[in-house]
């Protein structure tokens, strides 16, 4: 089997309090694929947004990386020097934000931008830097193209300033593309929009992508596989049509079951009931017990770890564990 684009093993990420050192990330792995596309979703403060920051070196201080590695085609980044990471981030790592005003400078144009992104990575002149800051932006759906590259982030619609944002990530043509968020302000029509012009360009240029969302929606139309993270911790991971049309960890049921469907004739929708345990009270044993609709004693004392499943799948729960099926199915 070929080397994975990125490999994260046992990441754990902590902050330091003054009360002491609270988990955001507890032992969460994975891997993606060249060419894949791997969907994060979970509730708010699951770590999604956290695991991307954690692989780009962007952790928020006093946040850390406390453990695990975090492999690029094999080579480990996470314990590299600031400056050989900043070379990394961009060139061969690309990073699409939620909000694209945090990621456009509002006193450069859009053609400043993209050119001394491009020129940091890539040795071009600056003609020739221009032209393919244009021809990004055409790729990406920006009329005029040639005309719009001079104009400031302000003049662009917010679809429009994540088009642009799309294009920076993609300018020196990364390896890997981690997309936080990237549809959650726009209208439904442009999300759309947005996401296919996110899988075309990638799927042209052989990029990965890590698409980090809550929306399951999002992720049914563009995933290949799909991770599902619980307070800091992967409840399931596996092929995205598998974990959808049969979800089996009880959050991951949760979370399907709140999602209306055109089919759909009841008048409630499923609610999983409480809230994401914080950092500061995570219970002992599974971190989803309290919630659980088929919680058993076990759940309660031991943490579980990711069980195998048919088809590449993978669980974090008792309830698939051979040794204490009998006990599950007894409560």
Same mark, same amino acid.
């Given at each position: 089997?070929?080397?994975?684009?990125? &490999?994260?093993?046992?990441?754990?990420?902590?902050?330091?309090?003054?009360?002491?050192?609270?988990?955001?990330?507890?032992?969460?792995?994975?891997?993606?694929? !060249?060419?894949?596309?791997?969907?994060?979703?979970? !509730?708010?403060?699951?770590?999604? &947004?956290?695991?991307?920051?954690?692989?780009?070196?962007?952790?928020?201080?006093?946040?850390?990386?406390?453990?695990?590695?975090?492999?690029?085609?094999?080579?480990?980044?996470? @314990?590299?020097?600031?400056?050989?990471?900043?070379?990394?981030?961009?060139?061969?790592?690309?990073?699409?934000?939620?909000?694209?005003?945090?990621?456009?400078?509002?006193?450069?144009?859009?053609?400043?931008?993209?050119?001394?992104?491009?020129?940091?990575?890539?040795?071009?002149?600056?003609?020739?830097?221009?032209?393919?800051?244009?021809?990004?932006?055409?790729?990406?759906?920006?009329?005029?193209?040639?005309?719009?590259?001079?104009?400031?982030?302000?003049?662009?619609?917010?679809?429009?300033?994540?088009?642009?944002?799309?294009?920076?990530?993609?300018?020196?043509?990364? !390896?890997?593309?981690?997309?936080?968020?990237?549809?959650?302000?726009?209208?439904? &029509?442009?999300?759309?929009?947005?996401?296919?012009?996110?899988?075309?360009?990638?799927?042209?240029?052989?990029?990965?992508?890590?698409?980090?969302?809550?929306?399951?929606?999002?992720?049914?139309?563009?995933?290949?596989?799909?991770?599902?993270?619980?307070?800091?911790?992967?409840?399931?991971?596996?092929?995205?049509?598998?974990?959808?049309?049969?979800?089996?960890?009880?959050?991951?049921?949760?979370?399907?079951?709140?999602?209306?469907?055109?089919?759909?004739?009841?008048?409630?929708?499923?609610?999983?009931?409480? &809230?994401?345990?914080?950092?500061?009270?995570?219970?002992?044993?599974?971190?989803? @017990?309290?919630?659980?609709?088929?919680?058993?004693?076990?759940?309660?004392?031991?943490?579980? !770890?990711?069980?195998?499943?048919?088809?590449?799948?993978?669980?974090?729960?008792?309830?698939?564990?051979?040794?204490?099926?009998?006990?599950?199915? @007894?409560?």
């Amino acid at each position: 089997m070929s080397t994975p684009i990125l &490999s994260v093993r046992d990441l754990v990420v902590e902050f330091p309090t003054r009360r002491g050192t609270l988990r955001a990330l507890d032992k969460v792995s994975f891997d993606i694929a !060249e060419g894949e596309v791997l969907g994060m979703v979970g !509730e708010s403060g699951a770590g999604k &947004s956290l695991t991307g920051a954690a692989i780009i070196g962007l952790l928020e201080p006093p946040g850390r990386v406390a453990g695990g590695e975090i492999l690029l085609r094999g080579e480990r980044i996470d @314990n590299l020097p600031p400056e050989k990471m900043r070379r990394i981030r961009g060139r061969r790592i690309g990073m699409v934000f939620q909000d694209p005003l945090t990621s456009l400078n509002p006193l450069y144009t859009v053609a400043e931008q993209l050119i001394e992104t491009i020129r940091t990575h890539i040795d071009l002149s600056e003609k020739d830097a221009r032209k393919r800051a244009v021809a990004l932006l055409d790729r990406v759906g920006i009329p005029a193209a040639a005309r719009r590259i001079d104009d400031y982030p302000h003049h662009f619609s917010g679809g429009m300033r994540q088009r642009v944002v799309i294009a920076l990530a993609l300018a020196a043509e990364p !390896e890997l593309v981690i997309a936080d968020e990237p549809t959650t302000a726009l209208d439904v &029509s442009v999300q759309a929009q947005i996401i296919d012009v996110l899988k075309e360009i990638c799927a042209e240029r052989g990029a990965s992508v890590m698409l980090i969302t809550h929306d399951m929606g999002v992720i049914a139309e563009t995933a290949d596989r799909v991770a599902v993270l619980y307070a800091g911790r992967l409840a399931e991971i596996g092929p995205v049509r598998d974990v959808i049309q049969r979800a089996e960890h009880p959050y991951t049921v949760g979370l399907m079951g709140s999602i209306p469907t055109l089919t759909q004739t009841a008048d409630r929708l499923t609610q999983i009931p409480g &809230s994401m345990p914080r950092l500061n009270a995570i219970p002992q044993g599974c971190a989803f @017990n309290p919630r659980c609709t088929r919680v058993f004693d076990r759940c309660k004392v031991d943490r579980p !770890e990711l069980i195998a499943r048919a088809g590449g799948r993978q669980m974090a729960c008792w309830l698939y564990d051979a040794a204490v099926q009998g006990e599950a199915e @007894n409560v």
